[in-house]
């Protein structure tokens, strides 16, 4: 029936072609007047003149917020809708500043058994295990906590904290993985012994800390004490430091705090254990003032330069004024440092400077990898820009540029639910409200310029310095000497355990 229509309408229509009389053409319209050419503009001109900066966006911090069980288990949240994922980790309170001076190394491996078999799971099932939830765990140990978590969709949570309570609660502790994974860390050593910038960070805290402070050491150990390390300290170390008063469940991303409160009881409420979270480490000794330590590594093209003194604890009034001072010295591309060492000179790739973030008091550092020829000059140009901070007091340029870099750097931690975790992480370790960010922008844009001044004069000061220098020992003491900084030392041996060679 359909195909007939069809064809009769295909019939009409022909029928009609074919009798109608074609229409004529519209008769044609008349050209266009010329219009006059806009001339192009000028090339060199347009590349000249450099388009005004927009406004930069609005800053939004996220909102962290904290509850604890009854067991003591601490429960921080950052809720973050827009995608239907989660970070879920545990933050224990003890890192590497616990580990007894005999037994370094011991809290990397203690807690990088967590993932080597947990529950019924041995390492390759517990692995597959997170793999069957598209999950990746990552483990990372610091000098005041260590933070293991992942990343998980929203409807898989309740699956990965199962997994991560066994990886907390019941780790196995299985002999054989524990040598195994006692084998890496020494593996590990031995690379890092090769590395400069390793070796001048060892030297240099134990300069800074003195070598016997918990922050005096890097983490890891040393062959000798990762060596001797045994099954029962591993075993020990976890369960003397870690327990629901000295940790904190951490969840970032779609999640609520009555949601990760429910998750937490289910999987956290029954944990038990006496430990708590540490006191804070002492303030390190007054370093011996005006000395050069030198850590001999003969044939390197460069020289790794360490410039450096203890710094503030995690809260200290004189927090952010340092902050922005130690930015303007060298905490940025333009500040004073890197366009000193790096674009007048040419003596580097780069040069740095920043102010850690401890629990306790954290490290003051500048730093650069200088061409071996110019060690000299390079670590007197150091010493310049630090006393240059007195002759040449910080302007209101300097300081605007320092304060809206550090400002604007802070939507880069936020970016993912694996950095709002870190960042909580961070304000878990370091003991801070949950307010700290805010409070961090605020005292950024209320220092003054007199107080940053005050700050850079009284902590930036060049006879308060440690120096720290790894490369070619005849190249460095022939150029080093005649700057008269004070006593060269000889690390001898890299590592906690060396005994420092003086020289004259």
């Not at 203690?110 to 939830?133: H, I, Q």
């Not at 609660?169 to 031995?190: C, H, I, S």
């Not at 020829?373 to 140009?381: K, M």
């Not at 150029?479 to 008269?484: A, F, G, H, I, K």
Request: charged letters at 20%; glycine letters at 10%.
């Amino acid at each position: 029936m359909h195909r007939r229509i069809l064809t009769a309408l295909l019939t009409l229509t022909v029928s009609a072609c074919a009798t109608t009389k074609p229409a004529e053409p519209p008769p044609a319209e008349p050209p266009p007047a010329q219009q006059p050419s806009t001339p192009a503009p000028d090339a060199e001109a347009f590349r000249a003149t450099q388009p005004k900066p927009g406004a930069p966006p609005e800053l939004v911090l996220p909102t962290f917020e904290k509850a604890q069980l009854d067991n003591g288990l601490t429960v921080i949240i950052s809720t973050r809708k827009e995608l239907p994922l989660v970070f879920v980790g545990i933050a224990f309170a003890s890192g590497v500043s616990q580990e007894p001076p005999a037994k370094l190394g011991v809290a990397d491996l203690s807690y990088r058994m967590l993932l080597e078999g947990a529950g019924k799971r041995d390492t390759v099932d517990l692995d597959n295990a997170f793999g069957d939830l598209g999950v990746s765990p990552a483990l990372s140990v610091d000098p005041d906590g260590a933070f293991v978590g992942a990343r998980v969709l929203t409807r898989n949570v309740d699956a990965a904290m199962d997994l991560l309570a066994d990886v907390v609660l019941r780790p196995t502790f299985d002999a054989k993985a524990f040598e195994r994974r006692k084998k890496q860390q020494l593996g590990e050593l031995v690379r890092r012994m090769g590395d400069p910038n390793f070796l001048a960070q060892q030297a240099y805290y134990q300069a800074v800390f003195g070598k016997d402070h918990p922050y005096g050491h890097t983490s890891g150990g040393t062959p000798k004490t990762v060596q001797s390390l045994t099954l029962a300290d591993a075993k020990n170390f976890y369960k003397k430091n870690t327990g629901p008063r000295a940790a904190a469940l951490i969840m970032t991303g779609d999640v609520t705090l009555p949601q990760a409160m429910e998750w937490a009881k289910k999987h956290f409420g029954g944990w038990k254990g006496g430990a708590v979270a540490p006191k804070p480490p002492p303030a390190p000794p007054a370093p011996p003032r005006e000395q050069v330590r030198l850590v001999p590594k003969p044939g390197l093209e460069q020289t790794v330069v360490l410039v450096g003194r203890p710094g503030l604890a995690a809260g200290h009034p004189d927090e952010y004024a340092l902050e922005l001072a130690t930015t303007v010295f060298g905490g940025f591309f333009g500040s004073r440092l890197n366009m000193n060492i790096r674009e007048d000179k040419g003596y580097s790739y780069g040069a740095n400077a920043s102010l850690g973030t401890r629990l306790g008091v954290g490290p003051l550092t500048a730093y650069a990898a200088v061409r071996q020829d110019v060690t000299g000059p390079a670590l007197n140009e150091f010493i310049k820009e630090l006393s240059g901070l007195k002759t040449k007091p910080i302007t209101e340029q300097e300081l605007a540029a320092a304060r809206e870099g550090l400002i604007r750097a802070f939507p880069g931690a936020f970016e993912t639910v694996e950095g709002l975790g870190g960042s909580a992480a961070q304000l878990y370790f370091h003991r801070r409200p949950m307010d700290e960010f805010k409070r961090t922008v605020e005292g950024l844009r209320g220092a003054s310029a007199a107080e940053v001044q005050r700050v850079a004069e009284a902590y930036l000061d060049p006879a308060a310095m440690q120096v720290v220098l790894v490369g070619d020992p005849l190249v460095i003491q022939e150029q080093v000497s005649p700057l008269n900084l004070g006593k060269l030392t000889l690390v001898e041996t890299p590592g906690p355990e060396a005994t420092p060679a003086s020289r004259p």
